[in-house]
């Protein structure tokens, strides 16, 4: 059974988000399943710290780019709308270069709230950060 308020449109995702935050880190929705949502971003100049690693604020600029369109695409948006409401990361590994996948899964889908896992792994599957972030469902039509 989906989770999903009516079918994703990923384009319309991407092309959203191209003009902010998610179109200058280069993050990219992938592909929306019956419980989750997988987007990819690039371990580039602009998503690196200056050691040359994955800056762990971009994983988590990632963490809650996924929970807000998933907690979005949820909700009916002509009645309520989401926003971020905590978040934390644990930071496991490293990665230098290459792409980084995440995928959010919902662990509860409430009336005024939802609580998502975000898993954050490299090209070779490994993991690399674990998100829980928690979304506030507030009544009003979303802007999206």
């Given at each position: 059974m989906t989770i999903w308020n009516s079918s994703p449109?990923?384009?319309?995702?991407?092309?959203?988000?191209?003009?902010?935050?998610?179109?200058h880190l280069g993050i990219e929705m992938l592909?929306?399943?019956?419980?989750?949502?997988?987007a990819r971003m690039p371990?580039?100049?602009r998503t690196?710290?200056?050691a040359g690693v994955l800056h762990g604020g971009v994983s988590v600029v990632l963490a809650e780019t996924?929970?807000?369109?998933?907690?979005?695409?949820?909700?009916?948006?002509?009645?309520?709308?989401c926003v971020g409401q905590e978040i934390n990361?644990?930071?496991?590994?490293?990665?230098?270069d290459g792409w980084v996948y995440g995928v959010a899964r919902p662990l509860h889908l409430g009336r005024t709230s939802h609580v998502w896992d975000v898993r954050i792994?490299?090209?070779?599957?490994?993991?690399?950060c674990v998100s829980?972030?928690?979304m506030a469902v507030l009544q009003s039509a979303s802007r999206y």
């Open positions: 449109n990923l384009e319309l995702l991407n092309e959203r988000g191209a003009l902010c935050a998610n179109g592909e929306a399943g019956e419980n989750y949502l997988k371990v580039d100049a690196r710290q200056p996924l929970a807000s369109w998933a907690a979005s695409l949820v909700v009916d948006p002509e009645k309520h709308h990361a644990n930071h496991v590994r490293a990665v230098s792994s490299d090209e070779g599957g490994k993991l690399v829980r972030v928690t």
